[in-house]
């Protein structure tokens, strides 16, 4: 049953806890370092996207997965939340939240580009023009509010961001082709082998165990209002929703709201620089979804 009222309901929990998740980030990384971060809260997303198949009723889908869809299973979810999280933590470790999240925001335009050789698509001269205008909006904010660009930036933490966006676009792009089993079901179990990848390579790691008490409940607020139930909400929202497309735009206003927490709650001053970069990507982002006549 279709009903747009609640559809936007939903979808504005989904922009809020989104809108959290750099803040949240953040102060996570000032009592974990990122691979501690990515399993405590990979395991507490694992545990919550648990409780939801129980009271959905779809435990036993999981049960019937087979060897074909647990290597599915293992191939996403080592890109993601495994290595899309491992690099996006880092990245926020190395950068101010305002710069990290809204470079991260740059997957729209690099999955349109992705898909020209995994999906065979066409390069079209939109796609080329929304491309120059994010690129020029990446510089804007990786300038962290200085005329002279990059005399500010870290270009590692850059780059990392940029990546952890391709990985993001190229999740969705395989993650297209596993079209045959629950969302929710993917995802639980996408999350179990981030987990276990984790802790692979955590159980290397010196002081892996040594975590605080904060550190675990900011692990938890991300495990479930970032990774887990966040992700439920907006399924439920696309399924009440009578326009799909419409309900899609209102995500654009995540990274807007996220430097709202991230004035007020970590204090940044927001660079007019992270504004204007901002908005050059969302343009970007919604210019390369016009189809107008007579362009190719």
């Known amino acids: 049953m279709k009903n747009q ?54 435990l036993q889908q999981v049960i019937q997965t087979n060897r074909t869809q647990l290597k599915w299973s293992i191939i996403l979810g080592f890109l993601n939340p495994f290595l899309y999280y491992f690099i996006l933590f880092k990245a926020y470790d190395l950068l101010p939240a305002q710069v990290a999240q809204p470079l991260n925001f740059v997957w729209p335009i690099i999955l349109v580009l992705l898909s020209i050789p995994i999906l065979g698509q066409k390069l079209k001269v939109r796609n080329i023009i929304a491309l120059i205008v994010s690129f020029i909006g990446v510089i804007f904010i990786s300038s962290q509010g200085q005329i002279a660009i990059f005399a500010k930036s870290n270009p590692l933490g850059v780059f990392l961001a940029l990546i952890s966006s391709t990985i993001w676009a190229l999740f969705w792009l395989y993650n297209v082709r596993d079209n045959e089993r629950d969302e929710v079901v993917k995802l639980f179990l996408n999350f179990c ?16 165990w040594v975590v605080s ?84």
């Open 5 to 58: 009222k609640l559809a936007y309901t939903l979808a504005g929990f989904v922009i809020l806890f989104w809108g959290t998740s750099a803040t949240a980030f953040k102060i996570a990384l000032q009592h974990l370092n990122f691979i501690q971060l990515l399993f405590w809260s990979s395991l507490f997303s694992s545990i919550i996207l648990l409780l939801v198949l129980i009271v959905q009723g779809k």
């Open 213 to 296: 008490f904060n550190g675990v409940l900011a692990s938890a607020y991300i495990g479930t209002f970032e990774m887990g139930i966040t992700f439920v909400l907006w399924l439920k929202a696309l399924n009440y929703a009578d326009n799909t497309a419409r309900l899609s735009n209102v995500i654009y206003l995540v990274p807007f709201v996220a430097l709202i927490f991230i004035n007020l709650v970590l204090g940044e001053t927001v660079f007019w620089t992270t504004l204007a970069g901002l908005i050059l990507i969302i343009c970007g982002i919604v210019y390369q979804q016009i189809r107008p006549k007579g362009i190719s």
């Open 193 to 208: 082998f981030a987990t276990i990848f984790t802790l692979s390579v955590g159980l290397f790691t010196k002081d892996f």
